[in-house]
C-alpha cells in the first residue's frame, strides 16, 4: 500500500505565502537546512510523500488496497486510502504522478506509469464518491496534513461553492468546519496546519477574512520551531526582518497576544519533538 507525503519545507511554505502576499520590499532566502534532532520534518509536514510504485505483477488491486485500508477503521488508513485514490484521479488526468516526481526529482518510468495505470484501470464512481470520506476521516482523527487538504478541496470537492453559494448553510458549516479542525491541529503544534492558517489569515479569502493578529501569531510560532530546527547560520524565512510589514500591522498589545499564542505552540512543539528551545 502507498500513502502520499510530500516534504515541504519551511522555504517553500515561505515562498508559498510569499507568492500570494508579498511584502514590499525582500526576497525570500535560500532553502533551508533542517536539523537532523528529533522528529524528522517530514512528520510536520507530511502532506503527501510517495514511494515509487510496485511493480504491476506484484501490488494488490485498488479494491483489495481499499478494503484493507477501510478494514483498519484507522484515521491514518483512511488518509491513506484517499490518497490512494488522489493519486488515481490525478494519474487518469495527467497521466503521471507530479507529487512523485517533484519528490525524487525524476520523471516516472515506464513500468511505474503502466503499474499505476494497471491499478487505477478499474477505478469506480462509487470509489470516487468515497475519496472525500476517507479525508474526513482522517481530518477528523488529527492525521498530519489532512486537515490542510480538506480545506484544499473545498466543500464536498467543489470548490466553485465557495463562491457560488457563500450563503448556502452547508458551506458554511464546511467552512467552520475546516477552520475548527485546522485550529485544533496547528494547536497541537502540527505545523502544516499553523503554516495554513497563517497563509488563510494573511488576506481576504473565500474561507475565511483578513485577520493580521492571527496571522501573526501563527507566522511567530513557524519561526519559533523554525529557530530551534535550523542548523547554525541557516535563515529563518519568518523573521521579522522579512516580514515586519505584518508586525507593523498589529498594535503593542496585539503584538504581545500572538506572542503568547506562539509560544504556548512552540513549546508543544518542543515537547512533541524533544527539542531544546533555541539558543
Known amino acids: 500500500m502507498r500513502t502520499r507525503h510530500v516534504?515541504?519545507?519551511g522555504a517553500a511554505l515561505a515562498a508559498l505565502a510569499w507568492a500570494c502576499w508579498p511584502a514590499p520590499e525582500a526576497a525570500i532566502p535560500a532553502a533551508?537546512?533542517?536539523s537532523p534532532a528529533g522528529r524528522s520534518l517530514s512528520s510536520y509536514f507530511a502532506i503527501d510523500a510517495l514511494p515509487a510504485p510496485l511493480p504491476a505483477s506484484a501490488a494488490p488491486t485498488l479494491a483489495r488496497q481499499l478494503e484493507q485500508l477501510a478494514a483498519s477503521g484507522s484515521a491514518d488508513d483512511a488518509y491513506a486510502a484517499y490518497n490512494l485514490l488522489d493519486d488515481c484521479l490525478v494519474f487518469q488526468r495527467e497521466g503521471r504522478l507530479p507529487a512523485l516526481e517533484f519528490e525524487r526529482g525524476s520523471e516516472m518510468t515506464a513500468e511505474e506509469k503502466q503499474a499505476e495505470n494497471q491499478l487505477c484501470a478499474d477505478l469506480t464512481e462509487r470509489q470516487k464518491s468515497a475519496r472525500l470520506d476517507y479525508l474526513a476521516a482522517?481530518?477528523?482523527g488529527g492525521v498530519p496534513g489532512a486537515a490542510t487538504r480538506f480545506m484544499q478541496e473545498g466543500p464536498f470537492g467543489d470548490?466553485?461553492?465557495?463562491r457560488s453559494r457563500p450563503d448556502?448553510?452547508?458551506?458554511?458549516?464546511?467552512?467552520?468546519?475546516?477552520i475548527a479542525q485546522l485550529t485544533a491541529q496547528a494547536d497541537q503544534a502540527e505545523l502544516t496546519s499553523v503554516s495554513t492558517l497563517m497563509m488563510a489569515y494573511l488576506a481576504d479569502g473565500d474561507v475565511v477574512k483578513k485577520d493580521a493578529p492571527q496571522a501573526y501569531g501563527y507566522l511567530l510560532a513557524l519561526r519559533m520551531a523554525y529557530?530551534?530546527?535550523?542548523?547554525p547560520g541557516a535563515t529563518n524565512p519568518y523573521q521579522d526582518s522579512y516580514?515586519?510589514?505584518l508586525r507593523d500591522e498589529?498594535?503593542?498589545e496585539q503584538q504581545a497576544a500572538a506572542t503568547r499564542k506562539a509560544e504556548t505552540i512552540a513549546a508543544r512543539f518542543r515537547q512533541q519533538t524533544g527539542r531544546p528551545a533555541h539558543g
Not at 470548490?159 to 465557495?162: D, E, G, I, K, Y
Not at 448556502?168 to 475546516?178: F, I
Open 7 to 9: 516534504l515541504i519545507t
Open 32 to 34: 533551508l537546512t533542517p
Open 138 to 140: 482522517a481530518a477528523k
Open 159 to 162: 470548490r466553485s461553492a465557495l
Open 168 to 178: 448556502d448553510p452547508l458551506v458554511l458549516a464546511w467552512k467552520q468546519q475546516a
Open 227 to 231: 529557530d530551534d530546527m535550523l542548523a
Open 243 to 245: 516580514w515586519h510589514w
Open 250 to 252: 498589529l498594535t503593542p
